[in-house]
């Protein structure tokens, strides 16, 4: 089973770890499990334009079919202003209508204020349903506070939700939902 995580940050560290963190754990549950993690920082997915996906640069025709081939995905974002980042939706605007069927499509994200934990679930989870997506019940936000100096997770209740968030996704994908 292919599972793809996307980092959906141009910029600091946090969405990252919160995503490759998330690939762990799905893998400590399902040694059979092959991940990517996918960081836009390191590719060059060009902006939308409504044209076929052939019309597009190499990173961008490599990064939506890693998307369409995965079983499962991981999307991480920042929280700006109150909503994705754009290079994520950005991303995502590439994709057919019925991209996600069949496929479960969990989300994480990072903010500096409680007040977006939210965000996740009205901005991104919309998108990944219209998409076809199948959407795990846990949803992992995670405050800037949460996060030491050096890229680790402080808070032990963190990683327990990313932790229940990976077993909820496999559960969906083992019961072909």
Request: aromatic share 6%; proline share 3%; no cysteine.
């Amino acid at each position: 089973m292919k599972v793809v995580g996307v980092a959906g940050a141009l910029a600091g560290w946090k969405t990252n770890v919160i995503v490759h963190h998330t690939l762990k754990a799905l893998e400590k549950n399902d040694s059979n499990l092959k991940t990517e993690l996918i960081d836009l920082r390191d590719v060059e997915v060009e902006f939308a334009r409504g044209e076929p996906l052939a019309f597009y640069n190499d990173d961008t025709f490599d990064v939506v079919n890693k998307l369409l081939a995965a079983d499962i995905l991981v999307f991480g974002t920042p929280i700006y202003q109150a909503s994705i980042s754009g290079a994520l939706k950005n991303l995502l605007d590439h994709l057919p209508v019925d991209a996600f069927k069949r496929k479960i499509t969990g989300i994480v994200a990072t903010g500096s204020i409680d007040r977006h934990a939210l965000v996740p679930d009205y901005h991104l989870k919309p998108v990944l349903v219209y998409l076809k997506g199948t959407v795990p019940s846990t949803t992992v936000f995670v405050e800037n506070s949460a996060f030491s100096d050096v890229n680790e997770i402080l808070d032990e209740r963190v990683v327990e939700r990313m932790d229940q968030l990976a077993q909820e996704m496999l559960q969906l994908q083992q019961a072909g939902l």
